[in-house]
């Protein structure tokens, strides 16, 4: 069962006052008093979080959409969203004194672990699949990580970390194995919610592999709404995955509480091949709650759909950014948004990973 950090919200409404969250580091940690970090020595920080909310008029008037907006988290430190988890993990472990941390990752919360470990320094112990983006494994080696190639999928590396993080003393900081990245990742929700001028979206569309950033900002607009930073209505939440593993697409439409294992699991888009997710009763729940809904989309589609953003707005996504736009298509076809609507859009990460064709280098 996941844990999840809780604060006194009814203090920090006394405390606090809208988007007056002002600690000194910036970025993510203008959210301190929110975060779960004690002293600001602990804050372990590369730049991450304050990432643009961009207005696609272009690609929003090709597609008959007057309030079209991506939110790019490709300028995050080490090209992801993952930034703003690990940032909040590591700084959390430097404050518990530890100094050793793992991960399993299909490469961009590798990268981000490497690199706040380095800069924190704790030694940091990666298991990523043999088929990871070459960058990320690259990234990780620069960053004097400990690097384990396993074959199969993040979930085979997660069973390795799980067989050996006892005995080699490794704190694990995979996804919702520990209650921090969440807490980092939640902070694109207090970011939209503030780039909107405290009135949410109507619908969030997001790549979910793990879903720890779509469970963090459904987390976040809790907390705001305890404090009286806006109401209670919500975005429908949207959960893209693809159709080579899309466990939580079959399930949410399949009326399941909890998504079955994908067999086989196969995509282009390596933050989406995760056949077995730990959160999955909690993304069910939030689509469900959010009058949201859950679409598959085709790996063959990611190729155009990342072409027509750039070409359209200058935004060179990855993949799993890419596949928002198919998805947003389809809710389109089922007439599921409107043309008024405000639509967000999630970029998590940086078409930059995925360029080269190399194999990753053994030795």
């Known amino acids: 069962m996941p844990l999840l950090a809780r604060y006194d919200l009814r203090e920090a409404k006394r405390r606090l006052k809208r988007g007056n969250a002002t600690g000194d580091i910036g970025g993510i940690w203008k959210y301190k008093e929110l975060m779960p970090v004690e002293e600001e020595t602990d804050i372990v ?39 703003r988890g690990m ?12 100094r050793k941390v793992v991960v399993p990752s299909a490469g961009n919360a590798a990268s981000a672990m490497g690199a706040y470990a380095a800069n924190a320094g704790i030694e940091a112990f990666i298991f990523m699949p043999k088929v990871v983006p070459v960058a990320n494994y690259k990234e990780c080696q620069a960053f004097g990580a400990k690097i384990s190639l396993i ?5 085979d590396c997660g069973v390795a970390v799980a067989q050996l993080k006892e005995k ?24 939209l919610a503030e780039q909107l001028e405290w009135r949410l979206p109507e619908t969030i569309v997001y790549p979910a592999g793990g879903g720890t950033g779509l469970i963090g900002m459904w987390k976040a607009f809790d907390e705001m709404e305890a404090m009286g930073w806006i109401g209670s209505s919500r975005p429908k939440m949207v959960a ?31 933050g989406l091949c995760v056949p077995s997710a730990i959160g999955d009763f909690l993304m069910l729940r939030i689509l469900r709650d959010s009058a949201g809904t859950a679409v598959m989309v085709e790996d063959r589609s990611l190729a155009d759909a990342t072409n027509r953003i750039g070409k359209s707005e200058g935004i060179f996504c990855a993949p799993e950014g890419a596949a928002c736009l198919p998805a947003l298509e389809e809710l389109l076809r089922q007439k599921l948004v409107s043309a008024d609507d405000r639509i967000v859009i999630f970029n998590t990460g940086s078409g930059l990973k995925y360029l080269t064709p190399d194999p990753i280098p053994y030795s």
Request: charged residues 20%.
């Open 151 to 155: 074959d199969g999928v993040i979930s």
């Open 240 to 270: 893209v995955q693809s159709s080579g593993c899309a466990p939580i697409v079959k399930a949410f439409h399949n009326n399941e509480s909890k998504a079955k294992p994908w067999p086989t699991p196969h995509t282009v888009a390596a």
């Open 87 to 98: 940032s909040a993990a590591i700084s959390v472990a430097k404050q518990l004194n530890i």
């Open 45 to 83: 920080s590369l730049g991450e979080g304050n990432t643009p909310l961009v207005h696609a008029r272009n690609l929003g008037e090709s597609m008959g959409l007057k309030n079209l907006f991506i939110k790019d988290e490709s300028i995050n430190p080490t090209g992801s969203f993952k930034a």
């Open 168 to 191: 080699e003393g490794w704190f694990d900081v995979s996804t919702l194995k520990e209650p921090y990245r969440i807490e980092g990742k939640k902070t694109m929700g207090y970011e």
